[in-house]
C-alpha cells in the first residue's frame, strides 16, 4: 500500500479550451484530494494535459500555427481555469515534459527489446476523430460506421503493434477477481463484457507522414508513438517511474500505484480498463500495483451531449466569473449522482446556491453570529444544560460526520453533501424553535439562551469542517468569522470544540444571493 493517497484525473486533450466536462472532473478529484487532506493523509494529486496527437495536430493546422504552440496557448487556459476553480494539484502532467518523453521512451525501448512489439502491414477503416482503426464491430446495424466516429478513411500502412491479446485471460481473471477495480459497480460490469470480446493487437505507433506531433519511437525514428500510449503512461511518469535522479519527480515507490484513477465513462473501454492494465502487465507490474478506476458520467447540456458542431458547450471559465466558482464547484458536486449522467443547467445552480447556501448555511450563520452578537457580546458559553433539542443537535452531528466520511470514502460527495445539507437544515429549525429572540427577553431562560448559542456555533463550525473540500473559500471565512484558527481537520469536527467563553466574530456575508434570473 502506498504511504500517500495518490489520485490522478485524465489528463485533457488541448485540442481546445476547456469545457464543463472538463470541470465536472477536475473538481470532483480535487474535492476527493482536499477531502484525504482534512483526513490528515499526504495526498498527491496528479492533473494535466494531453498535448499530443491528431486532434491537437488538426486544431493547430486550422488556427494556423505549428502544434507546440497551439498546445501550450491552450494549456494556459487550464491551469488559469484550475486555479480560478481552486483545484489543489501538486503534480502536473504535461505530456511535452521532457521528462515524460523520456520515460515514454524507455518504456518503448524496453518492449521492444523484450519481444513485446512487432511491426506489421495493416489496411482498415480509421476514424480521424478517434485516432483508431475500426472493425466490424464498430459499424452499426446499416453496415456503416456512426456520426460518433466522425471521419472515416481507409489506410493501408506499416505500424507497430503491442502484443495486447496475449494477456486477454490474464486480464478477464484480473477484472473478475476484483470488483473494486472500476466503481461504480456496473461499469466493472460493462468492463468485464468488454474484456470478454476483446480481440487484435494495439497499434502503438503513427507514421510520421500522418503524423508528426508525437513522441518518436527510440528504435524506428520514422515514427511517433500512439498518443493513448503516450498520455497512459503519465500516471507513472509523472509519479518518477524510470526518472533519472534529481528530476524533481516524486518517489515512485512512495506513490504507486495510484489509490485511484478519476476518469469519465467514455474512456473506460478500451483505454483505461484494457490497454492500461495490460501496459502495467507487460511491464512487470503484479495485479496489486495496478491502480483503480473511478467512472464517472457526463454533463450534459439539455439532455444532449456537448459537441462544437451543436454549439452546445458550456463555458466554466465564464459560470466562474458571472458566479462565484464554489457556486459552480457546489452545484456540479450536489447535483450530480456519482456515476450518472447530469443536465447541466444554470437555473439549478442559482436555485441550488440560493437555496443550500444564501438561505441555508449563510443564514444559519448569519443569524447565530448576529444573535450572538447582540445577546451576549460574541461571547458563547459552554454550560450544562438538559435541553432534547440541543442534545439531538449535538447526536444529529455526530451521526452527520460519521455518514459523510462514509460516503466519501464510497466516493458518493453528492450524498455526503446531503447529509450536511440536512444538518444545516437542522440547526435552521433549531433557530426557529428555541427562538434566541424571545429567550433574550426572559432572564429565566438565560442559560438556555446560553445553551442555543452555543450548540449554534458547534454545529457551524462542524458543517464548516466538512464543508472544506467542496467550499474551501467559504469554509475558510466562516472558521475566520467563528475565530477558529489554524487548519481544520476531519478530527475536528467533534462537538465540543468551541471552549467556554469562546469569542465569536461579527457576521460577514460569504454567500450574497443571486437575485438576477439567468439570461437566456
Ligand atoms: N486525453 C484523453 C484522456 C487521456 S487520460 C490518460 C481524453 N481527453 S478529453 O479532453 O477528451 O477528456 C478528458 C476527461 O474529461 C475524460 O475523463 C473525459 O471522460 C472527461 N469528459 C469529457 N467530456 C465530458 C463531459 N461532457 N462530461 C464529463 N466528463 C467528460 O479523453
Redesign the pocket.
Known amino acids: 500500500m502506498a504511504s500517500t493517497y495518490y489520485i490522478t ?5 488541448t485540442n481546445g479550451p476547456p ?4 470541470a ?2 477536475k473538481i470532483l478529484a480535487d474535492v476527493l484530494a482536499r477531502y484525504h487532506r482534512l483526513k490528515g493523509e499526504a495526498v498527491y494529486f496528479l492533473t494535466g494535459v ?1 498535448q499530443h496527437g491528431q486532434k491537437v495536430q488538426q486544431a493547430a493546422e486550422k488556427a494556423g500555427v505549428g502544434p507546440a504552440e497551439y498546445a501550450n496557448e491552450v494549456t494556459k487556459k487550464f491551469t488559469a481555469l484550475w486555479a480560478k476553480l481552486g483545484i489543489s494539484y501538486d503534480g502536473w502532467a504535461a505530456t511535452t515534459d521532457p521528462r515524460h518523453r523520456q520515460c515514454v521512451q524507455r518504456i518503448l525501448q524496453r518492449l521492444h527489446d523484450e519481444g513485446q512489439l512487432h511491426k506489421a502491414s495493416y489496411g482498415g477503416h480509421y476514424s480521424v476523430r478517434q485516432e483508431q482503426f475500426l472493425t466490424d464491430k464498430e459499424r452499426g446495424p446499416d453496415g456503416e460506421f456512426g456520426p460518433e466516429w466522425g471521419e472515416v478513411v481507409y489506410i493501408e500502412e506499416e505500424n507497430w503493434y503491442f502484443k495486447l491479446a496475449r494477456h486477454r485471460e490474464w486480464l478477464e481473471g484480473f477484472v473478475e477477481s476484483h470488483p473494486g477495480f472500476v466503481a461504480p459497480g456496473f461499469r466493472h460490469t460493462e468492463l468485464l463484457n468488454a474484456v470478454r470480446k476483446m480481440a487484435g493487437d494495439l497499434s502503438i505507433s503513427r507514421p510520421k507522414e500522418r503524423l508528426a506531433w508525437g513522441i518518436e519511437l527510440p528504435f524506428d525514428p520514422g515514427y511517433v508513438t500512439y498518443v ?1 500510449f503516450d ?2 503512461i ?2 507513472i511518469s509523472f509519479a518518477g517511474y524510470l526518472a533519472d535522479a534529481g528530476s524533481g519527480l516524486p518517489e515512485f515507490d512512495d506513490l504507486w500505484p495510484a489509490d485511484v484513477h ?6 473506460l473501454v478500451p ?2 480498463g484494457i490497454y492500461w492494465p495490460i501496459m502495467l502487465r507487460a511491464l512487470g507490474f503484479a495485479d496489486d500495483k495496478i491502480a483503480n478506476l473511478l467512472v ?5 447540456i439539455a439532455g444532449a ?2 459537441s462544437k458542431s451543436l454549439g452546445n458547450s458550456v463555458d466554466p471559465d465564464e459560470l466562474a466569473d458571472k458566479y462565484m466558482p464554489e457556486a459552480l464547484r457546489f452545484y456540479l458536486m450536489r447535483d450530480c449522482t456519482m456515476g450518472q449522467d447530469m443536465d447541466f443547467a444554470e437555473d439549478r445552480l442559482v436555485g441550488r446556491f440560493n437555496t443550500d447556501l444564501a438561505n441555508g448555511l449563510g443564514n444559519l450563520l448569519n443569524r447565530t453570529l448576529s444573535m450572538a452578537g447582540r445577546y451576549r457580546a460574541g461571547v458563547v458559553t459552554c454550560a450544562p444544560h438538559d435541553d432534547a433539542d440541543i442534545r439531538e443537535l449535538e447526536a444529529a452531528a455526530a451521526a452527520t460526520v460519521e455518514t459523510f466520511a462514509a460516503r466519501m470514502d464510497e466516493y458518493q460527495v453528492h450524498l455526503a453533501l446531503e447529509a450536511v445539507w440536512l444538518f444545516v437544515s437542522r440547526g435552521n429549525q433549531l433557530v426557529d424553535s428555541a427562538a434566541p429572540w424571545k429567550l433574550a427577553k426572559d432572564p429565566a431562560q438565560a442559560a438556555r439562551l446560553d445553551a442555543v448559542l452555543y450548540a449554534l456555533a458547534e454545529a457551524l463550525r462542524i458543517i464548516a469542517i466538512l464543508s472544506a473540500p467542496v467550499l474551501p473559500n467559504a469554509s475558510a471565512a466562516i472558521l475566520a468569522q467563528l475565530n477558529v484558527p489554524g487548519t481544520a481537520l476531519l478530527a475536528d469536527a467533534k462537538w465540543g470544540g468551541l471552549k467556554d467563553k469562546h469569542q465569536l466574530s461579527p457576521p460577514v456575508p460569504v454567500f450574497p444571493r443571486i437575485e438576477a434570473a439567468p439570461e437566456k
Do not use: R
Request: no cysteine; proline share 0%; hydrophobic share 40%.
Open positions: 484525473t485524465a489528463i485533457d486533450y469545457h464543463i466536462g472538463h465536472y472532473e494531453d493513448w498520455a497512459l503519465n500516471y478519476v476518469i469519465g465513462k467514455d474512456i483505454a483505461h464517472h458520467g457526463y454533463v450534459n451531449k456537448m
